[in-house]
């Protein structure tokens, strides 16, 4: 009796989290408590190291106004250059999404950069300097008006799409020319209107599959007065930043370069399986899928390929896949006890949620009881033991369980690694793509204290410091805080879809 009724709370909280969601007015909330804490004074890579919190400024948000009774959000983070994969996620899952975007601004190279983030706001002005709102003969001022004379005649829904198309990438192009906020913005703005209006085409017409997230997308920039730390993104407070975005009962941090497989879309809209997970998550525990990953030895295009059939395929696609080497278990050759833990001969076998134990240097993703959710450390930037942190502080502080879950499963997208991993795995090429971020992290320089050292070093030794600092406070059973910015909380303090009882 007492789990029914539990239950039917959270079916009553769910669906009054849904009603309460209004769109538009939720971006301005986000933006408006994000910033009113904002610290505009540009960051130094010594004072990160010093332990001086993340300054982000968030530029603009969106927010879709549709909705369902999906009860899971999916939050991630990204730099602007993989916003493909975003797309991705979007076009796999069709419950909300929220994204926050990070963009550096580096003010040894321009003083005068990112001074201003307002100015990037004419386009919802009408202004037509960057070739947004001209009417220009391509069918009117943003490209959906509904006339005909769009210059192939037959004024199709085809040629609507794509006048809108080549008018935001004018707009685009253009905005490249003024500052990286303008063009980042820009960017932004354009996949959100798209992924918009691929879902309304497909909700008029029943013959198209359902599409897209509900996507809440952020971009956030970060002023800093020397380069250094251009090419360490501040990951966790990236992540803590799109947490905000999500308002259903249940959340999942996944990395935007990983995809659910298709599935879940299913799952999330079965009342068994989300009693399940709701009733584990508040135990509390972390329902935690295995990820898998392509082997290296195929050519790119197969990779591909082999990642959209386990996205779509079953369960006993993925195992098949296993045995035939196309698919491996995520980051097996290069950190075993990363995700060993799992168990996966076991998991191939089982059809019911199973328990494991927490092992150093596991690091999952999963589910969370969204308002039991910690938050993640923002002294770790860049992509060493930040999630790792956040699953110890799980485990050893707040006494979460593991739950591995038998029918769900994420997939890492390949991709170019970043350069702080490219020199982590002694795999650094400083001729090829991103060679200018390899470039910048083995730089010397010289600390307030005299030493001399690369940008690397002097990372890696930070790094390394603060974790063997926070092992040794949870072997002991000190009391550990993550780290977060007043931002991030002054939000949470006064965001009505934080307001919640955990």
């Not at 790792?388 to 690694?417: G, I, N």
């Not at 050292?453 to 059973?477: E, G, I, K, P, Q």
Request: with cysteine.
């Amino acid at each position: 009796m007492a789990s029914h009724s539990r239950v039917t709370a959270l079916c009553l909280m769910l669906a009054a989290l849904v009603i309460r969601a209004v769109g538009a007015d939720e971006a301005s909330m986000l933006k408006s408590c994000w910033n009113a804490k904002y610290n505009s004074r540009p960051i130094r890579f010594e004072e990160w190291t010093s332990g001086h919190p993340v300054r982000l400024y968030m530029v603009d948000a969106w927010w879709s106004p549709r909705r369902n009774s999906f009860p899971l959000t999916i939050f991630t983070m990204m730099s602007l250059d993989r916003l493909n994969m975003l797309e991705s996620q979007c076009r796999g899952y069709i419950g909300p999404i929220s994204a926050a975007v990070y963009i550096p601004l580096v003010l040894d190279h321009d003083p005068n950069l990112g001074d201003d983030f307002n100015t990037t706001h004419d386009v919802e002005n009408g202004d037509d300097h960057h070739g947004f709102g001209r009417n220009d003969g391509n069918g009117g001022g943003n490209g959906d008006s509904d006339s005909d004379d769009d210059g192939d005649g037959d004024g199709g829904e085809g040629d609507k799409a794509a006048t809108t198309v080549l008018v935001r990438r004018r707009y685009i192009r253009e905005a490249n020319r003024e500052n990286p906020v303008a063009l980042a913005r820009a960017k932004l703005k354009n996949l959100f209107n798209q992924m918009e209006e691929e879902a309304a085409r497909a909700a008029a017409n029943k013959s198209i599959p359902g599409c897209c997230c509900q996507l809440r997308l952020m971009l956030l920039a970060e002023r800093m007065s020397d380069s250094p730390l251009a090419s360490i993104m501040p990951t966790n407070a990236m992540r803590n930043a799109a947490m905000l975005g999500a308002t259903t009962p249940l959340s999942a941090m996944l990395d935007v370069d990983l995809a659910p497989c298709m599935n879940l879309n299913a799952l999330v809209q079965n009342a068994t399986w989300v009693q399940g997970i709701s009733e584990y998550t508040t135990r509390p525990s972390i329902c935690i899928p295995p990820a898998w990953e392509t082997k290296g030895h195929l050519q790119p295009s197969t990779k591909n390929e082999v990642v959209q059939r386990a996205i779509t395929g079953t369960k006993a696609d993925v195992l098949d896949m296993w045995s035939r080497s196309e698919l491996q278990v995520f980051q097996v050759n290069v950190c075993k006890h990363c995700h060993k833990t799992f168990d996966h001969a076991r998991w191939s076998k089982e059809d019911m949620p199973y328990t494991v134990q927490h092992t150093l240097g596991f690091e999952p993703w999963g589910i969370l009881w969204r308002l039991r959710d910690p938050g993640y450390d923002e002294r770790f930037r860049g992509w060493l033991y930040d999630k790792q942190t956040h699953v110890e502080a799980l485990a050893r502080k707040h006494r979460y369980t593991f739950t591995v879950l038998p029918d769900l499963w994420v997939l890492h997208r390949p991709h170019k690694k970043v350069a702080i991993v490219q020199i982590y795995r002694k795999s650094a090429n400083t001729t090829g793509e991103g060679s200018g971020d390899v470039e910048a992290l083995l730089r010397p320089i010289v600390l307030s204290n005299g030493k001399n050292t690369t940008v690397y070093t002097a990372y890696r030794h930070h790094m390394d410091s603060m974790r063997r600092n926070l092992r040794s406070s949870f072997a002991a059973h000190k009391p550990y805080e993550p780290q977060q910015n007043a931002q991030f909380l002054h939000c949470k303090s006064v965001l009505p879809w934080w307001q919640q009882q955990a």
